[in-house]
């Protein structure tokens, strides 16, 4: 079965310092890869996504990610932390032969404490 | 501005009511989406819509309509037969929808509440 998992529900960082939210994935075939971040009470935002070519991805706000095939994984980082990256972060997946929908995780809550 | 509204933000109804919650996307896109939003349970799909008058049902389509009369407009009907309506519900539009690898932009939601 297609899945995408976000082992952590939430995620404590200082200000500061780097920050790594983890996801991995089980497709079938090529996979295409996105992060999305919401604030509360707000619609998701993108981030960045995988298509093909370079595993790390540079998007919005100083996010990177790394798509890493052998361990089916697409870890969002970012090199500094700011309070206000405090929000929900989703990951998600669409794999080439299903282009009608996504699958999404759960989500991972982050919070940067001053 | 381009993007995605959808009205009201926040949304009351009674037991046994039918609702509608409007989308309105100016990005020229032809796929949108209605994803319902509950903590801790991710983004589940409701309904999607690839093309005008065309539209299939998602992962929980029951207790829920659409319409796609008009390419930047997707309503939702929240009806009585939703035997737990009371959720976030986000729209979202993609540009190409046979591109799997086009991102989707999302509206602000809607929070409906069960009273």
């Known amino acids: 079965a297609q899945s995408v998992a976000q082992p952590e529900d939430q995620v404590n960082v200082a200000e500061g310092n780097p920050l790594t939210v983890k996801c991995t994935y089980s497709v079938s075939g090529n996979p295409y890869l996105f992060w999305y971040v919401q604030y509360p009470n707000r619609g998701l935002q993108f981030l960045l996504k995988?298509?093909?070519?370079d595993n790390l991805v540079k998007g919005s706000y100083g996010f990177e990610a790394e798509f890493n095939k052998s361990q089916t994984s697409f870890h969002l980082k970012k090199p500094s932390a700011l309070v206000s990256d405090s929000a929900l972060y989703f990951c998600a997946v669409r794999y080439a032969g299903n282009n009608r929908k996504l699958i999404w995780g759960l989500g991972t809550s982050l919070a940067v404490n001053p | 501005d381009g993007g995605i509204t959808q009205s009201p933000k926040y949304l009351f109804r009674k037991e046994g009511q039918n609702v509608t919650l409007s989308c309105e996307q100016n990005?020229?896109?032809?796929?949108m989406y209605w994803y319902r939003q509950d903590p801790g349970q991710g983004l589940r799909l409701i309904y999607y819509s690839q093309i005008v008058n065309d539209f299939q049902k998602g992962d929980i389509a029951e207790g829920y309509s659409v319409s796609r009369e008009k390419k930047e407009s997707f309503p939702l009907t929240v009806t009585s037969a939703q035997k737990n309506p009371t959720a976030f519900y986000l729209c979202?539009?993609?540009?190409?929808?046979?591109?799997?690898?086009?991102?989707?932009?999302f509206g602000p939601g809607t929070r409906l509440t069960v009273l």
């Open positions: 990005l020229n896109h032809d796929a």
């Open positions: 979202a539009s993609s540009d190409l929808a046979t591109a799997a690898y086009n991102e989707q932009f």
């Open positions: 995988y298509i093909t070519g």
